[in-house]
């Protein structure tokens, strides 16, 4: 960053119009400091990602419900909405930093009406017109800052726009995940039920006979009870995620809930993704993009603070007709704003404290912006190999169960061996389905932390 003192000159008229074409006062807010950032990420490859925000990534779930949800909920979201409005706003306040917003005045005449006293009570017009115009030099570039600033709120608006919808997604697809898996979780637990449910019917044969005892049927009663209990849990589970797509996608509950309820199945975990390096970061992350845009905005309010301590010099004329008598008058103004030059120096230390607070902002941003992808994929390969064990462990219990239970209709196997295989094997295929929400969830995790979807306005089912 590199600081423009004002030019010094005499403050006379020619000298003042003179130094009107000077650089800008305060830093340039186009010349920012460079962020040394590591060549490649801690367990990422060397090449680029090159432009990844327009990729809609979650088509890789394969997924054609949670797609067209997606779909329709980017422009139905009322935080994107928002996010739009707040660029409107935006854009609001950068046309008036245009020259002739900011530059140029104008007043408008009058005609009124008047009655004259007497008998006659005459009534007539009186009309009175009058124009004024006024020019301000931009001597040591405040307009220009100003200018500067609005730009770059204006694109911090436009970046933030995709930091929210990113946001969006994110919610999104966890609500999504987290419904599938509490279906995934009902599903288990009914046929954990049904198994018990004819285990408590070989069990009560077995009690006719005298070969069980009422302690074995207490005990398997106790284990189907409690896998009952746990149908409410997940049902509820599944409520609430719906719920919250409902209020994430601006829908109504009721046919979102019914066309949820038909199911799909669980997310797959997609392979991949690459990560590029974390240079790409820069470009590809809007959280990263609208930092520096506050940094930029921050920096040209140091100029306008600067440019407001200084003299000023601005053109003004006017012309008035009243009463047919038409007078005019034009020259210039100068303006030295010597007492309340304190006033001044405070606000524009406060602005340079600004300026350091946004650039210290932007550089926190980016270390954790890196930490972020280093993170999400170190999680996502631990996940998977996770699901990999986990998926193997529940095929072991199923194995195990299937014999457990042959051995125990031919009564060469106990009954507390029978149900303790039963429950080893609903706990594993319960982890083994949570494993694989956690890791198609972290996918999407790794997906955002690089920016991929930030510019992803609207996509066909």
């Known amino acids: 960053m590199t600081f423009q003192p004002p030019c010094r000159t005499a403050l006379s008229l020619a000298a003042l119009l003179m130094i009107s ?36 990534f979650w088509l890789e779930y ?90 770059a709120a204006y694109a911090s608006a436009e ?28 599903a288990l637990t009914r046929e954990t039920i049904r198994a018990r449910q004819g285990t408590l019917e070989v069990t009560n044969n077995m009690l ?17 009870h409690i896998a009952q209990a746990d149908l409410p849990n997940y049902q ?11 209020t994430l996608l601006n829908l109504q509950t009721g046919p979102l809930m019914a066309q949820m309820q038909r199911g799909s199945g669980a997310l797959r975990i997609p392979p991949g993704p690459g990560t590029g390096v974390p240079a790409d970061l820069l470009r590809n992350r809007p959280d990263l993009r609208a930092a520096q845009q506050d940094l930029v905005q921050a920096l040209a309010a140091v100029g306008v603070a600067t440019a407001d301590m200084l003299p000023s010099l ?29 006033v001044l120096q405070a606000i524009r230390a406060r602005r340079l404290s600004e300026a350091r607070s946004a650039d210290l902002t932007w550089r926190s941003l980016v270390v954790t912006a890196v930490e972020d992808v280093q993170a999400a994929q170190s999680n996502l390969k631990r996940l998977r190999q996770r699901v990999t064990a986990l998926d193997r462990a529940a095929d072991s219990y199923d194995r195990a169960y299937d014999l457990a239970l042959a051995n125990f209709k031919g009564g060469g196997l106990p009954l507390v061996d029978l149900l303790d295989a039963d429950l080893q094997r609903a706990e594993a ?26 510019a992803v ?3 066909g089912n």
């Open 21 to 56: 074409a000077c650089v800008a006062v305060g830093p340039d807010p186009t010349d920012l400091p460079e962020l040394h950032l590591p060549a490649a990420f801690d367990e990422g490859g060397g090449g680029t990602a090159g432009q990844v925000g327009a990729n809609a």
């Open 208 to 224: 006719s006979l005298g070969v069980a005892s009422n302690y074995d049927i207490a005990r398997t009663e106790a284990l189907l």
């Open 457 to 459: 306005v609207g996509i």
């Open 236 to 246: 509820a589970g599944f409520n609430a995620q719906v719920y919250r797509l409902s």
């Open 429 to 454: 295929r319960l982890q083994a389905a949570s494993a694989r929400n956690d890791a198609a969830r972290e996918w999407t995790a790794l997906q955002i932390a690089t920016g991929a979807g930030a």
């Open 314 to 342: 601005s053109l003004t004329g006017t012309v008035s007709d009243t009463g047919g008598a038409t007078a005019w008058g034009f020259g210039p103004r100068l303006s030295l704003p010597v007492a309340n030059q304190g």
């Open 159 to 186: 970046a933030q726009l995709e930091v929210t919808r990113l946001a969006w997604l994110a919610e999104v697809i966890s609500a999504y995940s987290e419904a599938r898996f509490n279906q995934q979780a009902l």
């Open 62 to 151: 394969q997924d054609r419900i949670l797609s067209q949800l997606i779909a329709a909920g980017l422009s139905t979201s009322l935080d994107i909405i928002q996010a739009n409005e707040r660029i409107r706003a935006a854009a609001a306040d950068l046309r008036a930093t245009h020259p002739l917003a900011s530059q140029i005045s104008g007043e408008p005449g009058s005609v009124s009406r008047v009655r004259s006293g007497g008998d006659g009570m005459a009534t007539g017009y009186s009309s009175s017109a009058s124009l004024s115009a006024g020019f301000v030099f931009d001597l040591f570039g405040g307009a220009q800052r100003a200018r500067q600033g609005a730009t």
